[in-house]
């Protein structure tokens, strides 16, 4: 990894002090909302709302336009800096690109930084892209509490931050301008859906999650509370497990995991999809079919790797994607509106059920909403 030693104590003495501003505080009262809220409201036969929400996904082709208010380009010819978690992750990956074109559109050049999967990579990329005095920067799927004290920097300097996958919930954060995500109770709840319908209310499941994400907690304890509105289902347990270690992990975890269940576990209900490619050669070891038992179900962002094994069965049958070109484009407007002293659009995109009925042709699930040329049009660059 590029890194920069920065002599940062000073400035987070000075900064961590600091009055909150109304971003924080608006931030701070989403993520304490959001808190009170587990499952959905009203819900009073868990099968029928599983196969409603279901049926809406797979049906569905609303919920990936963007709004269309003016919001003229600004400081054309800048640079941005697009911060990644770790740029070996397919999410992570299609979002940096989607940023790149979509800054390409705007009138700006892009620096990607590399974290490489560790929150002290994560640091000197983030003290790195401040060093190069940016117009902008953009966090690529890691949370912005872990950087609090980097990001006030960024902040103070009067560097706008907005970030992809940075909290548990879209919109404001303390210190970033915009959290781009969809709703992640919205994610864990379809694909908790997904277990609960297709095993006709019987669900025997396990939960895997990683400690390391407020988001991938938030998503995982929702899919748990689903489960258990399910008076027929049962959260055999609930696994913590580092994304970044699946693969040195998952075999063993889910050899155990069939020792201790045996037929009981029906459905692995993971944040992210690595779990699942990490898993197969357990599975296959077990003499478990590729078309499970156990299913296996990702509420995380859907990947290349992810859509081939649903497309071919191959020990994971469904995930839970967000359109992660759409994303980036409206992280570059949500900067875009950052610098020009505006407000965030509110903009919410929807996530959409990917089963072998619906997974793209290719790796990325992108819906053909026309945002790339209303984001054009918004900018005055079309």
């Excluded at 990644?84 to 930084?113: F, P, S």
């Excluded at 299913?295 to 859907?302: F, L």
Aim: glycine share 12%; net charge neutral.
């Amino acid at each position: 990894m590029r890194s920069i030693a920065l002599a940062v104590a000073g400035l987070v003495a000075v900064c961590g002090c600091a009055s909150p501003t109304v971003a924080e505080v608006q931030g701070s009262s989403r993520t304490a909302a959001a808190e009170d809220r587990l499952v959905p409201e009203g819900v009073t036969d868990v099968l029928a709302d599983a196969r409603e929400r279901v049926a809406a996904s797979l049906e569905g082709r609303n919920g990936f336009t963007p709004p269309s208010d003016p919001s003229p380009a600004q400081r054309r010819g800048g640079t941005i800096a697009f911060v990644a978690a770790d740029l070996a992750n397919g999410g992570v990956n299609v979002v940096g690109r989607a940023v790149e074109q979509a800054a390409g559109a705007i009138g700006w050049r892009v620096m990607v930084l590399d974290g490489k999967g560790s929150a002290q990579g994560r640091a000197s990329a983030l003290g790195q892209a401040i060093a190069l005095r940016p117009i902008g920067i953009v966090l690529g799927g890691f949370d912005a509490t872990e950087q609090a004290a980097t990001i006030r920097q960024a902040t103070g300097a009067r560097v706008p931050v907005v970030g992809w996958h940075a909290g548990a919930t879209p919109g404001p954060l303390p210190g970033v301008f915009a959290n781009v995500t969809t709703d992640p109770l919205e994610v864990a709840w379809l694909a908790a859906a997904y277990a609960v319908a297709r095993s006709q209310g019987r669900a025997g499941v396990v939960v895997l999650t990683d400690s390391q994400y407020d988001i991938a907690v938030r998503k995982a304890k929702a899919m748990r509370e689903y489960v258990r509105l399910c008076s027929g289902c049962e959260v055999l347990s609930y696994e913590d497990s580092p994304i970044a270690e699946a693969d040195a992990r998952m075999p063993g975890l889910v050899s155990s995991l069939l020792q201790r269940n045996g037929d009981r576990l029906g459905y692995l209900l993971g944040v992210n999809g690595n779990y699942f490619g990490a898993a197969k050669s357990a599975l296959r070891d077990a003499g478990r079919a590729p078309e499970g038992p156990p299913v296996a179900v990702a509420a995380g962002d859907g990947d290349a790797a992810e859509f081939q094994r649903v497309r071919t069965g191959d020990h994971q049958a469904a995930t839970v994607a967000e359109p992660m070109s759409l994303q980036g484009w409206q992280l570059v407007d949500e900067l875009n509106r950052a610098i020009a002293g505006g407000q965030p659009s509110g903009f919410v995109a929807r996530p959409a059920l990917i089963t072998s009925q619906t997974v793209p042709a290719g790796g990325v699930f992108d819906p053909p909403s026309g945002y790339r040329e209303i984001y054009r049009k918004m900018w005055g660059t079309s």
